[in-house]
Structures are given as structure tokens and as C-alpha cells.
């Protein structure tokens, strides 16, 4: 029992895949955290071998994804999104990505 007490108190989770990392991976939630699993949703369901395969060119507007959180979220209209918040959101993940 101890042994096994031992191992529940130092085990650490890790996600399995790059989905579960993004919904999970923030402290609390947020909307980035919506749109890096949106991304990493799209971006899964583009390759080979998963159920419901999306072509490869596949791509959503900054337009289009806004306008998809906005209503997956039932944002009001003081919190709604446009595309010009997700091209930021886009930019500072990809640059967060190369540091």
C-alpha cells in the first residue's frame, strides 16, 4: 500500500495527444485556450488515419473562425471576436512556438 501511495503522490499527468495538451495545458481557462484546441482539432483531423478527415488545404478565415467562436461560445456582444483578434492570437502563438 505504500508503494503504491508513493507512486499516486509523485505521479504527473501528461497528455496523450496534441489535443488534450491544448485544452489542458493553461493554468485557467481562456479563449486562447478555445482556439489552440480549435487548432490543434483542425490540424488532427487533417491527417491520415482519423475519423472524420478533413482535406488537407483545408483552412478556416481568421473571418471564419471568429465568427466560430462567437457562436460556440455564446459570446455577448461586448466580447465578440473578429478576425483581426485572431490573426494576433495566430502570430503570438506562432512566435511563442519558435522561442
Known amino acids: 500500500m505504500y508503494e503504491l501511495a508513493f507512486d499516486a503522490n509523485t505521479a504527473v499527468s ?3 495527444d ?3 495538451a ?10 486562447t485556450d478555445f482556439f ?6 483542425i490540424k488532427e483531423n ?7 478527415q478533413l482535406l488537407q488545404n ?3 478565415s481568421d473571418n471564419s ?4 467562436a462567437n457562436c460556440a461560445l455564446n459570446l455577448s456582444l461586448d466580447e465578440l471576436k473578429n478576425s483581426l483578434y485572431v490573426r494576433r492570437l ?5 512566435e511563442g512556438a519558435t522561442n
Open 36 to 41: 489552440k484546441t480549435l487548432f490543434a482539432a
Open 18 to 20: 496534441p489535443l488534450t
Open 46 to 52: 487533417k491527417t491520415h488515419g482519423c475519423y472524420g
Open 22 to 31: 491544448a485544452a489542458t495545458e493553461a493554468t485557467r481557462p481562456s479563449l
Open 65 to 68: 473562425l471568429a465568427s466560430l
Open 90 to 94: 495566430r502570430q503570438r502563438l506562432r
Open 58 to 60: 483545408f483552412n478556416l
Open 14 to 16: 501528461k497528455a496523450s
